[in-house]
């Protein structure tokens, strides 16, 4: 089965500064689909970024971005000039060609004013 | 822009009680999944339903769980006999189709409560 690794539980960043959430995953499957969500505190799941495999190119939405390693299965996601309404749970999925979505296990994140 | 709702916000439940969870998915969506996070632990895949019948199930989704789509737009999980560790944030999820490219659309969560 897949397995999502999100090695930092917790985070922070100071308003307007740069952070990065790191995210690993396993898989045999070259096709596949990976997805940043974001969960406020009101539990909502919140779609922030997605990434294609077979795309070489990075996804950028905004103020976010990924960096997509696939040979070192990485996928980091970048949140730039960071604002309050960022602080949220940041959960990285993973979704094969099947069904099923493998979520990481979340980084808090804090934006310091 | 369409949206997944579910119904209740928040449900409190007596342990042995039955409890429903309501979702409505986005219209044209034909595929619905349901999911679980426990407090302070991970999004967890339940089941997925197409042409009202079970895809995919995974090992949480025992003989307590079953899904139905009673009409043209309600997508229903059922508890049959609540337990204490039921207590959960469930999520109902739905996307047009299967296409790995398809983008998944999750609601906004009911909180179960089991006492």
């Known amino acids: 089965a897949q397995t999502v690794t999100q090695s930092q539980p917790e985070m922070s960043v100071q308003e307007a500064e740069t952070v990065t959430l790191s995210c690993t995953y396993d898989t045999s499957e070259s096709d596949y689909y990976l997805f940043w969500y974001k969960q406020p505190p009101s539990r909502q799941m919140i779609l922030v970024i997605r990434q294609e495999a077979y795309k070489q190119q990075n996804a950028t939405e905004n103020r976010f971005s990924v960096n997509f390693q696939k040979a070192a299965k990485s996928f980091s996601l970048k949140i730039s000039d960071s604002q309050l309404g960022d602080a949220a749970m940041y959960f990285c999925?993973?979704?094969?060609?099947?069904?099923?979505?493998?979520f990481g296990t979340g980084t808090s994140l804090t934006v310091i004013p | 822009e369409p949206e997944v709702t579910q119904t209740p916000s928040h449900q409190v439940t007596q342990m042995g009680q039955e409890v429903i969870l309501r979702c409505v998915p986005i219209?044209?969506?034909?595929?619905f999944y349901w999911y679980r996070q426990i407090l302070g632990q991970k999004v967890e895949f339940l089941v997925s339903?197409?042409?009202?019948?079970?895809?995919?199930k995974s090992e949480i989704f025992d003989d307590q769980f079953s899904v139905e789509r009673p009409d043209g737009s309600n997508f229903t999980l059922k508890i049959r006999s609540t337990k204490l560790e039921d207590s959960a944030m469930y999520f109902c999820?739905?996307?047009?189709?299967?296409?790995?490219?398809?983008?998944?659309?999750f609601g906004p969560g009911t909180r179960l409560t089991v006492l």
């Open positions: 999820a739905s996307r047009v189709t299967r296409e790995v490219t398809d983008t998944q659309y």
């Open positions: 219209s044209n969506h034909l595929y």
């Open positions: 999925a993973y979704r094969s060609t099947g069904n099923q979505f493998y």
């Open positions: 339903f197409y042409n009202n019948e079970i895809s995919e």
